[in-house]
């Protein structure tokens, strides 16, 4: 069974810097793309970040400069390193994969479960 197991949120002042990690666990073939979504209260999830499997990333514009997405491939994981956070990115954070499972034909997404990040101001 694949899962997606986030954490690294937290509480953290205006200014400050947080990491959240993803990895991909259980019977899995390939892993595609790799991102992280955010979805504030009152308002749709949207894309943060993503970074496929040869390591091309792309940015949400208001993270791009502060934020910075990696992956360690071997690992199945992927990191999202935010600095100068702002009130504004509080959110719970959500990691996404597409991967396909040992035994499918094709590429599924699958999602974590959520990370809370919250910036005082």
């Known amino acids: 069974q694949v899962q997606l197991v986030e954490s690294g949120g937290g509480l953290v002042q205006a200014g400050g810097s947080l990491r959240l990690s993803c990895a991909a666990s259980?019977?899995?073939?390939?892993?595609?793309?790799m991102g992280w979504y955010r979805q504030a209260p009152g308002k749709q999830r949207a894309l943060v970040a993503t970074i496929t499997s040869g390591g091309t990333t792309n940015y949400a514009d208001s993270v791009k400069g502060r934020f910075t997405i990696s992956r360690d491939t071997a690992r199945n994981t992927v990191f999202l390193q935010m600095n100068s956070l702002k009130p504004e990115d509080t959110a719970v954070y959500y990691c996404?994969?597409?991967?396909?499972?040992?035994?499918?034909?094709?590429?599924?997404?699958?999602w974590g479960q959520g990370t809370q990040v919250t910036v005082s101001s």
């Open positions: 259980g019977s899995i073939s390939s892993i595609d793309a």
């Open positions: 996404n994969a597409d991967l396909k499972p040992v035994g499918s034909l094709y590429f599924i997404a699958y």
